[in-house]
């Protein structure tokens, strides 16, 4: 029986992802490194520290102060996301939906607290949620399972119990892990991948997923 619902931010409750994608490659543009969209799928779904990490060991002679570029970064997305960033399609009615069925809905994210912040004041959503979650810097970030068993724990709820909707595959990896039921949402470019099979159901939106679609994952 599934008794609390766990949403990842990025990809799932806000349309961010090519966002975090831009900013990136703007930052290290003006470093002068070009980052192609096959270079940036490497670090989709990491923590901005070890997205920063990963780019200054792969290109070792950037000259530059890596917390600055943490920083930079962060703040960077948090003025677009109080600008820029829509919500999904179909994110405030599925919350709405599990709501109505008196399930917690939590948000888990590895994005930090301002930026969680700017989108529960951008969108109106803090009385949406139970839980507000960060791995930004208090734990390590997906796919280590830490962040969803804390929620759970928070919750009250054995992690067992609870289903994640997730759009990365560092996020479905971190669920499992975690022992807990996970919808996954892929970007289209990712869709057909079959790592994605990991997840108990595999969605292109959240508006195809009903209460018909509820009961039979309680079913499984």
């Not at 530059?64 to 003025?79: G, N, P, S």
Request: hydrophobic share 45%; charged share 30%.
């Amino acid at each position: 029986m599934i008794q609390a619902i766990i949403l990842d931010m990025d990809g799932i409750l806000i349309d961010s992802e090519r966002h975090w994608q831009l900013t990136e490659r703007s930052m290290f543009a003006e470093l002068g490194i070009h980052l192609s969209d096959e270079l940036l799928v490497q670090t989709k779904g990491l923590r901005t520290e070890e997205m920063v990490a990963h780019w200054s060991t792969r290109f070792p002679h950037i000259e530059t102060d890596t917390f600055a570029l943490i920083e930079q970064y962060d703040q960077r997305m948090v003025e677009t996301m109080k600008s820029e960033v829509d919500m999904m399609e179909g994110a405030r009615e599925l919350i709405g939906m599990f709501r109505e069925m008196g399930l917690p809905v939590a948000l888990a994210t590895c994005s930090t607290h301002e930026h969680i912040d700017a989108v529960m004041e951008k969108h109106r959503l803090g009385k949406q949620f139970d839980l507000l979650v960060s791995a930004a810097k208090e734990m390590p970030g997906k796919p280590h399972p830490e962040v969803f068993l804390r929620t759970a724990s928070a919750l009250r709820v054995d992690p067992t119990r609870c289903l994640v909707f997730e759009d990365s595959f560092f996020g479905v990896v971190a669920a499992k892990a975690a022992r807990m039921k996970v919808v996954a949402m892929p970007d289209p470019s990712e869709f057909d991948q079959e790592r994605f099979g990991a997840a108990d159901l595999k969605i292109r939106s959240l508006t195809h997923f009903t209460k018909e679609t509820f009961n039979k994952l309680q079913e499984n």
